[in-house]
């Protein structure tokens, strides 16, 4: 939604960046607190919740930016404790440490390093919690992020907090935010949250529908979806650490959304605000799905870069057919939503997992949470989708037949893809078939034929249908 202005507490707000005569870091932090209804002396308690790579660099941002200003804000994160490092981990995380002056520098400035040549030499077992309040993110060795306040009770993580930001997988932010809203019931105050978690789930029953993490979020807690927003966009977690440039969206409530992208905005990391939760969300973690098969495509052709870009047309124009099955006028994919696609189909942990399934050094065995990498989204998406789209009770019309299909029918990627990581019916090899098939259609005409609005289906989200 670009050129979007409102006036908030008598500034100017024009789609994420606010206007006056002094922008710096604490005239942002003010601002929100006083949108808030912070009082003098009243911390501002933000609190990421999971410690992924994209949680765990979310929550040094903020650090990095408003720390400083202890008297007005506090920046924590939670994850669970017990996660043991592994003595390959150690001894890699030692090579990082010794190979950054600075890092080694505040290791013992803050008589922190003894452990990781403990750690190193097999003498002593670090965790996870511990690491990360140095700065260093399992899933996320080789970046190493400025010193964190970390908390391992949950209760006492987000029981006063007023920005929760969900750096969970969508696969564990149900039962997570269920425990959350046994420790809010008390609550005066409503909290904001921030989901950064891409993936559905798939449920059948009154009728098939989607549930976005946002969704799942808000059923949880009972926190109004006004106050529950989607930030997302071509983010590769590391590189925005080391400041590479990057853009991102924040989606939701007009009340929120603007004021929270200034906040968030940085010189290296612009973030801007759009209305579109539901495309966001979904296209969060249809990219994760197909991100996957890009891994398998690269490997599979030796990075030709035609193949990439055959492949690229065909997924992108699935995507395009499932979000307007779900949305009457979604957000095109286009500009940042699809940069975001972009950069997750050639680089990402997804992308990385087909790559290695399809060279052999991954087995499906493995599971979908990888050491070093986390949980691969795009797994449990793939089944979420393929369930939703195969019902027949959604069926659409093939183009040019008068046979009725279930929507899936109209994906062949995403059908290969649940052969292949699902089903297991299928190797890797399948999805250059799928793409060389001589009856595929055109991308243009899948695009085409979501774009007449014939295929919007309101049941996916449980929007009653137009009378």
């Known amino acids: 939604m670009v050129g979007s202005i409102e006036v908030v507490n008598h500034k100017l707000y024009c789609n994420g960046s606010v206007h006056h005569h002094h922008n710096g870091n604490e005239d942002k932090l003010d601002d929100l607190r006083r949108l808030l209804g912070k009082a003098d002396g009243d911390l501002l308690r933000i609190v990421g919740v999971g410690a992924g790579a994209w949680g765990s660099v979310f929550a040094a941002l903020l650090q990095d930016s408003y720390g400083q200003y202890r008297e007005k804000v506090q920046v924590r994160i939670w994850r669970r404790h017990g996660r043991a490092v592994d003595r390959a981990t150690a001894e890699h995380l030692f090579e990082v440490i010794n190979s950054r002056e600075d890092v080694l520098r505040r290791l013992i400035r803050r008589c922190a390093y003894l452990k990781y040549v403990e750690g190193r030499l097999g003498d002593r077992t670090l965790y996870a919690d511990e690491i990360l309040k140095d700065g260093f993110c399992l899933n996320m060795i080789d970046t190493p992020l400025c010193p964190l306040k970390v908390v391992t ?6 029981w006063d907090a007023d920005i929760v930001i969900n750096g969970l997988p969508s696969t564990e932010t149900r039962e997570v935010f269920e425990e959350i809203s046994k420790y809010w019931k008390e609550r005066i105050t409503v909290p904001i949250i921030i989901s950064l978690a891409k993936g559905i789930e798939a449920a059948l029953d009154p009728v098939p529908h989607i549930i976005t993490p946002t969704q799942i979020i808000n059923r949880a807690t009972g926190v109004p979806i006004e106050n529950i927003l989607y930030l997302g966009g071509p983010n590769i977690a590391s590189e925005i650490y080391n400041k590479e440039y990057a853009n991102a969206r924040i989606c939701g409530a ?35 799905v197909y991100a996957i098969g890009a891994g398998m ?169 137009k009378s």
């Open 254 to 288: 007009d009340k929120w959304r603007k004021p929270l992208a200034n906040f968030l905005r940085q010189p290296h990391f612009i973030v801007w605000d759009n209305s579109d939760l539901v495309t966001h969300e979904v296209m969060g973690g249809l990219k994760n």
């Open 153 to 158: 009770n949950l209760q006492e993580a987000v």
């Open 297 to 465: 495509v690269a490997a599979l052709t030796n990075e030709s870069a035609t193949s990439k870009s055959v492949y690229f047309a065909h997924c992108t124009s699935e995507m395009i057919f499932i979000t307007h099955l779900l949305a009457e006028d979604p957000e095109k994919l286009a500009g940042p939503l699809l940069a975001d696609t972009y950069v997750t189909l050639l680089k990402g942990r997804n992308a990385w997992y087909g790559q290695m399934l399809a060279k052999g050094e991954l087995s499906l065995d493995m599971g979908d949470s990888i050491s070093g990498k986390g949980m691969i989204q795009g797994v449990s998406a793939v089944g979420a989708f393929y369930q939703l789209l195969s019902q027949f009770s959604l069926s659409v019309l093939r183009p040019g037949e008068s046979k009725p299909v279930a929507p899936v029918e109209l994906c062949p990627i995403l059908k290969t893809l649940y052969k292949i990581l699902i089903a297991r019916e299928q190797s890797s090899e399948a999805i250059l078939q799928a793409l060389r098939d001589e009856n595929l259609n055109d991308p243009r005409d899948r695009i085409e034929i979501a774009q007449s609005h014939a295929f919007y289906r309101p049941c996916l989200l449980r929007r009653p249908s």
